[in-house]
């Protein structure tokens, strides 16, 4: 086998999201999610496979088509012998690798130890993933999937409003 990996998520980066909003199309509520998941979609800028692509060869060299593997969904990784690779790379499409948890847990489960996972993203950025970086990702998943930065502004500026209002309106200005 190769002695290098390539692997891209060609999939949604939340699959059940938009499952949830198509399967359950009449209600308000799922509709809302599946909106919520375009935005996120949006909001991430994922890079396309033809663009990817030529990131490796700039980064690599040229790229054989057997050390490329497209993946559609997570939850079924290509038939690689794990232990040969030396290195994997992975090539996110957007700037934090939003969508490859379930994938990234499988990879660095499967990996043996002197396997070296590499991450090459959209933004032409390039570093290895180990457990440090890989948690502090994740966290910034989680706050870009779940809005808690924007919420927490949201209640400030709810909070606060009311007070420099009465503020001004007593110091008659309007």
Known sequence: MAETAFLFHSGKAFPRLKALGEKRNHSFFFRKLAAIENL????RN???QEYM?????GTYG???PDQLFVIENPRHLPEIPWDTVEEIVLLWPDANGTGWTPL???ILHLKSELTKVVVLNGRRRWFVLNRMTWYGFR???LLEKTFICELGFLAVFLCVSPVLVLTDLLRRRR
Do not use: T
């Not at 996120?40 to 909001?43: A, Q, S, Y």
């Not at 692509?53 to 060869?57: A, E, G």
């Open 62 to 64: 040229e790229c054989p």
């Open 40 to 43: 996120l979609e949006l909001r």
């Open 46 to 48: 994922p890079r396309s």
């Open 53 to 57: 692509i030529d990131l490796v060869r």
């Open 139 to 141: 966290l910034r998943r």
């Open 104 to 106: 990234e847990r499988k």
